[in-house]
């Protein structure tokens, strides 16, 4: 991990991590006075989120020769795609609209690209700009230190046999990017421990194979309007899909609706959809709504926040919002680090 060497180096001649004793917060002295193994302090934004947003804004701060660092909680780039999507997925726009800055798709990938496909893309642009990571780093808490005008990120590193490491990282900006999509949603609903089949949220559906020949009930997310699959009005209208109302409760061996009917089920698909997990971890209410996590300011107004606080991945206008946002972020820090040069 050879990236480690600039940090460690610009960290030891930094003032507020040689002066743990100093009038000023010091880097040493860990939120809530919590004990942490190692203080890193990364002259460069950090990222928080190595998804298709925070990838694109990384691209962006390296075209103008700004390194960047992400931190990831999971173990590979884009999770979201790898490891919580079904098989057949695949871009609901054209790839155009999908493409990240400064690298198009191939000519050869067809107008929807497949999930893989998507994936070979995300790899390739990883090592086109030659982006760096720190995988398995989840971010428990981060806040804004005003005595020394820098950001202090607390992190849990799983380190396997389950061992944990507790790390500290100094930054001067914050780059959010950890996006609408980063807890799936579960109801709670009456009746749920007494259902007898397997109740599975989307982000552990990979294909129907599983379900061959059963009785499946898909409970969605209200009040949002759906993205219907080519065919799904033709089996609706047929009879092979039927619509019901909301769900009342379940019962031992399917649900009961609120119109009083009950039908029986072999299983049922949890399509409630994600949320931001922004509230969880950052300490800070003024640019992020405590409500759900999401800028308060709307797109395109809200990718910057106060003391070097950015956001990407936020607009709800998928990848297309997600490559403007980064731009405009990667423009931002590129003024305030020539500033701090002079």
């Not at 409970?219 to 047929?238: D, F, Y």
């Not at 029986?264 to 996590?293: H, M, Q, R």
């Not at 946002?325 to 003024?335: K, N, P, S, T, Y």
Request: net charge positive.
């Amino acid at each position: 991990m050879d990236f480690w060497r600039e940090p460690e180096s610009k960290r030891i001649h930094d003032p507020s991590c040689l002066h743990p004793q100093s009038n000023s917060s010091s880097c040493f002295r860990s939120m809530k006075s919590e004990k942490t193994e190692k203080c890193i302090f990364f002259p460069g934004p950090i990222i928080v989120g190595a998804g298709p947003s925070g990838l694109a804004v990384a691209a962006c701060l390296k075209s103008k020769r700004i390194q960047s660092l992400i931190l990831e909680r999971s173990d590979c780039i884009a999770s979201l795609w790898q490891v919580r999507t079904y098989d057949r997925l695949r871009l609901h726009l054209p790839k155009k609209f999908c493409q990240l800055p400064l690298m198009p798709f191939p000519s050869w990938f067809p107008t929807y690209p497949t999930k893989q496909q998507f994936i070979a893309y995300l790899d390739a642009y990883v090592t086109e700009f030659n982006i760096q990571a720190v995988f398995n780093e989840t971010v428990v808490a981060a806040e804004y230190d005003a005595g020394i005008g820098f950001w202090r990120l607390r992190t849990a590193s799983a380190k396997g046999k389950g061992k944990e490491e507790k790390h500290e990282y100094v930054c001067r900006w914050l780059v959010v990017a950890t996006g609408e999509n980063a807890e799936a949603v579960v109801p709670e609903i009456a009746g749920m421990e007494e259902f007898e089949g397997p109740i599975v949220h989307t982000s552990l559906y990979r294909s129907g194979d599983s379900y061959r020949d059963k009785r499946v009930h898909i409970l969605p997310r209200e009040s949002l309007t759906p993205v219907l699959n080519v065919g799904t009005l033709a089996m609706i209208k047929s009879g092979d899909i039927k619509v019901r109302p909301a769900v009342e409760r379940f019962t031992q061996h399917g649900v009961e609706f609120v119109d009083g009917r009950s039908e029986e089920f072999d299983a049922v698909i949890l399509a409630t959809g994600y949320k931001s997990n922004v509230p969880c971890w950052l300490k800070e209410t003024e640019f992020f709504s405590e409500k759900d996590g999401f800028p308060r300011r709307p797109f395109p107004n809200g990718w910057k926040g106060g003391n070097g606080l950015y956001a990407v991945g936020f607009t709800k206008r998928g990848l297309l919002g997600a490559s403007l946002d980064a731009r405009r972020i990667a423009q931002d820090i590129e003024l305030r680090y020539k500033a701090t040069k002079k």
